[in-house]
């Protein structure tokens, strides 16, 4: 039975990204306000600061995350995938004295880079293509530690010729 390609948009990728590191990150703790936390994720950005509740409407309330970031899109002609640059801003809290935080920022990046070599495909349909580059901030936050991964992913490009959906939009 072939597959059929499977039409998607970056922020449908977004997603799928971010549902895959869910799984890759699911049941490991790393430093946060108070302690040993699972992982946060979001799109794009953190969540809009409210300014009802000090103790909610921080950085530091959200630690530790992983921020997916959608960069730069290429949409080649015809059915060839769209090229997505994607990168991972990865942050842990820390007010420790040994920077513990430092080195779970290090751990959830090489993990990262470990698990997308391992299967670079997610999503059903998406694809991390080339290198994998990793950063850790050189500036100290104490008591944030941050670093960065960043990757381009490949999504399958809507084309009418493909995509039965597409000729009903058009």
């Known amino acids: 039975m072939t597959e059929e390609m499977l039409a998607m948009t970056p922020y449908m990728m977004q997603i799928a990204l971010n549902q895959t590191l869910q799984k890759i990150f699911k049941g490991k703790t790393y430093c946060g306000p108070g302690g040993e936390k699972e992982l946060n994720f979001f799109e794009q950005d953190l969540p809009i600061d409210t300014g009802r509740d000090d103790a909610v ?12 970031e959608i960069g730069d899109m290429d949409s080649p002609e015809g059915d060839t ?3 997505v640059d994607v ?11 040994k920077r513990q935080g430092y080195r779970d920022v290090l751990n959830i990046a090489t993990d990262i880079m470990k698990g997308f070599r391992a299967v670079p495909r997610f999503g059903r349909a998406c694809t991390v293509q080339g290198k994998i580059h990793a950063q850790m901030s050189k500036d100290d936050y104490h008591p ?15 084309d009418p010729a493909t995509d039965p959906e597409i000729e009903d939009m058009v």
Request: aromatic share 18%; hydrophobic share 40%; glycine share 4%.
């Open 57 to 68: 409407d921080t950085p530091a309330a959200f630690a530790p995350y992983i921020i997916t």
């Open 144 to 158: 944030y530690y941050f670093g960065a991964v960043q990757m381009t992913c490949t999504v399958p490009n809507a």
């Open 87 to 97: 990168t991972m801003y990865i942050c842990a809290y820390d007010t420790g004295l």
């Open 81 to 83: 995938p769209m090229e």
